[in-house]
């Protein structure tokens, strides 16, 4: 027989959808972010986006070539995984850093695997973990927008006493005006690239929405009910960029929408218990990763009904 039958659930829908159009559309939702980083801490941020992009690329491209693969680096995929690590460091992090971070993403975490759609975590949020635990100093070395000192960041000031910091408002946390990774501090124009992949059907705002929520009520129960405490945790660190850019990828999270609810709501209940109890200021890195293992477990147990067939 020389004809191959693939046998799938029905039905199927043909979609016009392609890698290369929904990684586009990420990076150019990331740009907002991605200029008030450079507003906010000026040019060198721009210097580390095009080391840590420009890594991840070549990385893909040698291993490809290496394995005799189609080179497929024009897809925007490993551009991607380099911006978000990018986004992901301190401002004034060593120009090697980033490149050895995306070689790391790039090489161990997703081409190791398989490529692209094979990786089982976030290539991004991997090689950040690991530059951490390798050089935590160089990691969490912030610098203040304003007079360019280097300061902590909005959550360790607050980390131990749980007392809001008052040189820190809820506005400057919402427009950026405080020290972080270069993509995390302004939620204003996170959000704004957010909305965007949502207009373009590129995510769900399920898994965000779920995930901040987690954690507002977390935090609005263990404060008593203090509206700025929750509002503090839900703008400062790297939440909002994780929730919408970071656990919505389509590799590493559940394919059902019952399964995306519980792995948000693990992903926010493990910030919170990281932030408030934990050794770290910031747990959204570490949420993430751990519920992007968990995800086969949820995909296993929480199954969609095959169409027409009767549910057991």
């Known amino acids: 027989m020389e004809r191959k039958l693939i046998v799938t659930s ?18 150019i ?6 200029l008030a980083g450079m507003y906010y801490f000026g040019f060198q941020t721009l ?40 986004l992901n460091m301190p401002p004034e992090i060593p120009y090697w850093m980033p490149v ?24 991004a949020l991997a090689a950040r973990v690991f530059l951490i635990a390798s050089w935590p100093v160089e990691m969490t070395t912030w610098k203040f927008p304003v007079d ?5 960041t909005p959550l360790a000031l607050i980390k131990g006493s749980g007392v ?14 405080v020290g972080g990774c270069i993509g995390e501090v302004s939620a204003l124009a996170l959000i704004i690239g957010g909305i965007y992949l949502v207009y373009r059907g590129v995510i769900s705002p399920r898994i965000p929405l779920v995930y901040m929520g987690t954690v507002a009520v ?19 660190g790297g939440l909002v960029l994780g929730a919408i850019f970071m656990a919505t990828d389509y590799v590493s999270s559940p394919m059902t929408a019952k399964g995306q609810i ?48 009767v549910k057991k």
């Open 148 to 152: 360019a000192v280097t300061e902590a």
């Open 10 to 27: 029905s039905p199927h829908i043909r979609s016009n959808e392609a890698t290369d159009k929904t990684m586009r559309d990420v990076v």
């Open 262 to 309: 519980i792995y948000a709501v693990g992903c926010g209940l493990i910030t919170v218990m990281i932030r408030l109890f934990g050794g770290y200021p910031e747990g959204v890195s570490f949420s993430i990763l751990f519920m992007n293992v968990v995800t086969p477990l949820i995909d296993k147990y929480v199954k969609s009904n095959v169409f027409g067939g």
């Open 47 to 86: 210097i580390v986006v095009l080391l840590s992009v420009a890594a991840a690329m070549a990385t893909e491209a040698i291993i490809q070539n290496m394995r005799k693969q189609p080179i497929t680096v024009m897809d925007y995929s490993a551009a991607l995984t380099g911006l978000l690590l990018a």
């Open 100 to 123: 050895v971070g995306s070689i790391f993403a790039i090489a161990i975490v997703k081409q190791a695997f398989g490529g692209l759609g094979h990786n089982f975590i976030n290539p």
């Open 29 to 34: 939702a990331l740009i907002p972010a991605t």
């Open 218 to 236: 977390f935090t609005l129960i263990y404060s008593g009910f203090n509206f700025n405490f929750m509002m503090f945790h839900l703008l400062a």
């Open 164 to 177: 809001l910091p008052e040189s820190v408002s809820i506005f400057n946390l919402f427009i950026g005006k």
